[in-house]
């Protein structure tokens, strides 16, 4: 991926990435640990795994990327997220978080 404004740039997942179950859960994983979130809410008993982004065809992308692994991601105006407890669980182990 071009360095630079993933907008200007109309950055997207490669094909070649996205056709490859393995380079597609690394590639989630770097655009989840930068542009992403996990978020607890006890009061309500909601988890949310959520990548936020302005560039439309990158959104695309990490939502075809999610189905394609079987989940099923809610699509936004700037974000694409998973909600569903189990499937937040379920991918944060498949993509391994750092642990800091």
Same mark, same amino acid.
Request: aromatic share 12%.
């Given at each position: #991926? ?5 907008? %200007?740039? %109309? ?7 996205? #056709? ?31 990548? %936020?982004? #302005? ?11 999610? %189905? ?33």
């Amino acid at each position: #991926m071009p360095s630079g404004d993933k907008i %200007k740039n %109309k950055v997207a997942i490669p094909e070649e990435i996205g #056709m490859n179950r393995n380079l597609l859960i690394r590639c989630l994983k770097g655009l989840f640990e930068t542009d992403g979130s996990f978020t607890i809410d006890k009061k309500n008993y909601t988890r949310v795994i959520e990548f %936020k982004n #302005m560039s439309r065809p990158l959104l695309n992308d990490v939502y075809s990327g999610l %189905k394609g692994l079987d989940y099923n991601p809610q699509f936004g105006k700037n974000y694409v997220r998973l909600a569903r407890k189990n499937e937040v669980y379920n991918f944060a182990n498949l993509i391994q978080f750092r642990r800091y």
